[in-house]
């Protein structure tokens, strides 16, 4: 910002009833000149253009996100075939509102919107406290009548430019507090997301871990069709699958290593069973096969 060039003119200032009015015309000039400053600097600031662009781009860009695949739904089948040929209409669609999520994102942490919202309010609030103060000294000049100021009227015209120059420092200080606050609250929030994001990560990675220690078991029962009502199926002595149909049952997930597996059932009214040693591998999928064997009746 530009040094204000009515500074170093106050340490001179002379009360002398010969230089009182020279006196009072550099401290208006230096505390209105100080305002204006302010100002100034507040509505050269440019967040407001790329505040714009960025909406604009979020709201293009989810617009776009949401039109892409209603284009692909309504275009007719051969079209739309010949279209997903040449792009990824519902991809594209998703980075697209996937951009708009991140510029939106960009913009909030950034406080690009908030800090232009600030600016106007801090540029409008000090020219609306210089224009009260203008009038403030009109009216306090005006009641001279063009005499020298008496020593009560010199102190009452003191005091309101002071005043006004600590009312202009309030309207910076305060936006400078709702900057801080809002920077503060900005990196909490990301901090706390990425701590989340961490979390989400690392609980990603021990379930992957753990499930790398695991694997699946396609039991085929070749004629579990003919059982009565379907047929039991026990894991290490666990029943795991109850009145299963058809010849087919899925055990997931099973830890590595082996296993007694065995199935039992009635057909035709008799006991029938059979059973087996499986060894499962981290991450396959093993795939037995057994034949129920109908028991034999105890003797009598």
């Excluded at 009515?6 to 020279?22: F, N, Q, V, Y």
């Excluded at 009641?143 to 010199?154: D, I, K, N, S």
Aim: aromatic share 8%; hydrophobic share 40%.
């Amino acid at each position: 910002m530009t040094k204000n060039p009515h500074a170093e003119s106050l340490s001179g200032l002379s009360w002398k009833p010969s230089d009182t009015e020279r006196s009072l015309q550099t401290l208006r000039e230096y505390a209105e000149w100080e305002a204006q400053r302010q100002v100034d600097w507040y509505q050269s600031q440019k967040p407001a253009a790329l505040s714009s662009r960025m909406r604009l781009a979020a709201i293009l860009f989810g617009a776009l996100g949401g039109l892409l695949p209603l284009l692909k739904a309504t275009l007719p089948p051969p079209a739309a075939a010949a279209l997903s040929r040449f792009a990824g209409i519902s991809e594209a669609g998703y980075l697209s509102l996937a951009l708009a999520v991140a510029i939106f994102q960009l913009d909030r942490y950034f406080g690009i919107s908030s800090s232009w919202m600030r600016y106007v309010t801090a540029a409008s609030a000090i020219e609306k406290t210089l224009e009260e103060y203008r009038m403030e000294w009109a009216n306090l000049t005006a009641q001279l009548q063009g005499a020298r100021p008496t020593a009560p009227q010199l102190h009452q015209l003191i005091g309101c430019s002071t005043n006004f120059s600590l009312a202009v420092k309030s309207h910076v200080e305060q936006e400078t507090k709702a900057w801080v606050t809002e920077f503060q609250s900005n990196l909490a929030q990301l901090d706390g997301e990425l701590k989340a994001r961490a979390k989400e990560v690392k609980d990603h990675v021990q379930a992957a871990s753990q499930a790398g220690n695991f694997g699946a078991i396609s039991l085929t029962v070749s004629n579990g069709g003919s059982a009565d009502g379907g047929f039991d199926v026990e894991l290490d002595g666990n029943r795991v699958e109850e009145r299963a149909s058809g010849s087919k049952c899925g055990i997931f997930p099973a830890a590595a290593g082996l296993h007694r597996i065995r199935v039992t059932a009635t057909i035709g009214g008799r006991p029938a069973a059979a059973s087996d040693i499986v060894e499962v591998s981290a991450g396959a999928v093993a795939k037995p096969t057994l034949d129920l064997t109908v028991l034999n009746a105890p003797p009598e």
